[in-house]
Nanobody
Framework: QVQLVESGGGLVQAGGSLRLSCAAS?????MGWFRQAPGKEREFVAA????????SYGDSVKGRFTISRDNAKNTVYLQMNSLKPEDTAVYYC??????????????????WGQGTQVTVSS
C-alpha cells in the first residue's frame, strides 16, 4: 500500500507559476498527475516512468508544465508555468504498480493522493 500526499497548491494570478509535490510513503513506479474541475471528468495532465527518463503531457499543458521526480526522496513534482484560469482544478497525483510505461488513463493507476486545489485568477 502506497500513500501519496500532494502539496503546493494555492491561488495564483494568470501567467504565474506553482510547483506541486507528491510525496510517497514508499518506493513508487510509474507516476502521473491528473486534474478535475467542478462538473468535469478527471483529465490527464502528465506522466513519468519509474526511471524518470520518459514523460508525457496532456495537450492542454504541453510546453507549460513539467513533470519530474526524485527517487531518492520518493517525490514527484509538477512545475506549472504560464498558468491560465482554465488550469483551475483539484490536482491529483497517482502511482501505478508498473515500473515502465507511460499511463494516461485513471484506471491504469493503483494509488491516489487526496488532491490539492489550484486556483488561477484572471
Amino acid at each position: 500500500q502506497v500513500q501519496l500526499v500532494e502539496s503546493g497548491g494555492g491561488l495564483v494570478q494568470a501567467g504565474g507559476s506553482l510547483r506541486l509535490s507528491c510525496a510517497a510513503s514508499g518506493r513508487t513506479y510509474a507516476m502521473g498527475w491528473f486534474r478535475q474541475a467542478p462538473g468535469k471528468e478527471r483529465e490527464f495532465v502528465a506522466a513519468i516512468t519509474g526511471s524518470g527518463y520518459s514523460t508525457s503531457y496532456g495537450d492542454s499543458v504541453k510546453g507549460r508544465f513539467t513533470i519530474s521526480r526524485d527517487n531518492a526522496k520518493n517525490t514527484v513534482y509538477l512545475q506549472m508555468n504560464s498558468l491560465k484560469p482554465e488550469d483551475t482544478a483539484v490536482y491529483y497525483c497517482a502511482s501505478s504498480a508498473a515500473y515502465g510505461g507511460i499511463y494516461r488513463r485513471p484506471r491504469e493507476y493503483d494509488y491516489w493522493g487526496q488532491g490539492t486545489q489550484v486556483t488561477v485568477s484572471s
